[in-house]
């Protein structure tokens, strides 16, 4: 378990440095060439991803802003590549640049915030089913002021709740 200082920093730098060499060595083979579809570079994308920058993130503790910010930035770089929404280029060509959320919804992807609250959910079901006193052990830990990671999925649940009553349809509802 990661706890919020700069270990976690560090880490996340690390993972930055290693996800970003991976994607260099790809990137213009699979990611700039015009015959693979969509689809095939957002899979290697989703690959390069989780197993460079995201893997394990369902046991860390919550992030700072700048931890936030660290791992967004090559987050975005390989989906706006996929997407073919580089700002440079989109300058380039006289077209305005589009924001990060637009790049997710041409992707139908959810933001990395999203994928982190699914994944540590996730985790919460596996370790409740398998893992009885890692559970117990993670539910337990206390930090001073420190966020901890009962108090991160606490919130995923909330999140999830309110999330769920958005978007599912009310069945007692009048229709319009």
């Known amino acids: 378990m990661l706890t919020v200082d700069r ?3 560090c880490d996340v730098k690390n993972r930055t440095s290693s996800m970003l060499a991976s994607y260099v060595a790809i990137a213009r083979s699979i990611f700039g ?3 693979y579809l969509e689809d095939t570079r957002k899979g290697v994308a989703e690959i390069l991803l989780w197993t460079r920058l995201l893997f394990n993130c369902q046991v860390w503790s919550p992030q700072t802003l700048l931890q936030r910010q660290e791992l967004a930035k090559p987050f975005f770089r ?6 073919r929404e580089q700002p ?3 300058l380039e060509q006289g077209k305005p640049v589009t924001t990060d959320e637009q790049v997710l919804y041409k992707l139908g992807l959810p ?9 540590r959910l996730r985790y919460l079901r596996r370790l409740y089913a398998s893992g009885p006193k890692v559970l117990f052990a993670l539910l337990q830990e206390v930090r001073g002021s420190e966020i901890c990671w009962k108090g991160a999925v606490v919130d ?5 709740s309110r999330w769920s009553h958005e978007s599912i349809p009310n069945p007692e509802a009048e229709p319009e």
């Open 7 to 9: 270990a976690q920093l």
């Open 156 to 160: 995923d649940l909330k999140w999830l």
């Open 111 to 119: 933001d990395i915030e999203t994928l982190m609250r699914a994944s």
């Open 78 to 83: 390989v989906l706006r590549t996929v997407a």
């Open 88 to 90: 440079k280029l989109l």
């Open 33 to 35: 060439n015009r015959d």
